[in-house]
């Protein structure tokens, strides 16, 4: 395969002031995957500081209703309370071995704003963080959070001033301090290096679950579930089973209302306005409109409401080893009620939609053993949720 491509999806489209930025990153991450020293440092980090390996559970009550063996791997149990701060933390080590002592990165709904945070306060690093107006008065809560860890907050006032024009401010500030800075990017987007680095620090997740599963069910899943923003969390667990050719690995995107323009995040499942772009970086599947303006998106779930798919995500469905299908707002309200009620565990609104499209799809998972990846806690989404189930809190 061509280096920094999966298949046609990736590679680096990057103005000529990045390219050294990118290349220097790729020889860092080269080198440290070598480098016992810096792993050893890294999984010392992600055991003390993390909190891994984080368990799975076996859930029991839902499992009896629904007909399957359903076991989660609890990334709400990560310190931060969700799988980014593997990435965080990793990518943090790595500008460290590159002598930078300065971090910057985007934020939507806050969540990789404050797991940067949290990794640049761990290991003294200074931080600043971009991200749209719009979203600093929705998520006012993250951004004290961020603010008491001791990064600082950018405000970006042009364009949608939500997560796509944070990315862009970012890049501009990197584009004249690349000497002294790192860009920690959230996802598995972006250019190379960044979609197979990012997913190889949430590889972490795969390799823990298969050896968890192979022990408390004593055989591999029939599948594997997760839900689908950038592609983070999904690549991590679906890398630990990816050559188990046998176990069906299904990514979940956000259908929001239904897949209608501008209504929904399901990058795959809009035969029209989900083709190849070109954005952020990267070459990949991109809602857009005739003329290649990216379309705005809508999710309950701020963190899978964006409108273009990490590449290898796009290369795993053209190649068949990964299925991917869509659960709408209703459905991952469902699977958020119902995973608090049966199980005592109330899970993320983005992890909430791997729950969800069990439940509507679960005739077709009868007696099987079904793995999905709770990639967060919902304490974040309380308030968005009480509002979507109309129940009145006072
Ligand atoms: C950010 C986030 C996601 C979506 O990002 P991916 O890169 O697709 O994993 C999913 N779940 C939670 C809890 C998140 O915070």
Redesign the pocket.
Known sequence: MKKGYFGEFGGIFMPETLIPAVQQLEQVFISAQQDGNFKQELEKILKEFVGRPTPITFCKNLSEQLGCKIYLKR?DLAHT????INNAIGQALLAKRMGKKRIIAETG?G??GVATATAAAFLGMDCTIYMGTVDIERQKQNVFRMKLLGAKIHPVDSGSKTLKDAINEALRDWAGSVETTHYLL???LGPHPYPEMVAYFQTVIGKEAKKQILKMQGSLPDAVIA????????IGIFKGFIRDKKVRLIGVEAGGRGIKRHHHAARFADPVAGRLGIIHGSKTFVLQDPDGQIDNTHSV?A??DYSAV?PEHAYLRKKKRAEYDFATDTDCLKGFEELSKQEGIIP?L??AHAVGYLIKHHAEFKDQVVLINL??RGDKDLEIASKELGVKIE
């Open positions: 990334e309370g969700a799988h980014k709904a969540q990789h959230g996802s598995a839900c689908v923003g950038g592609g983070s969390n999904a779930s963190g899978l990490g993320a983005e992890s990639s967060g």
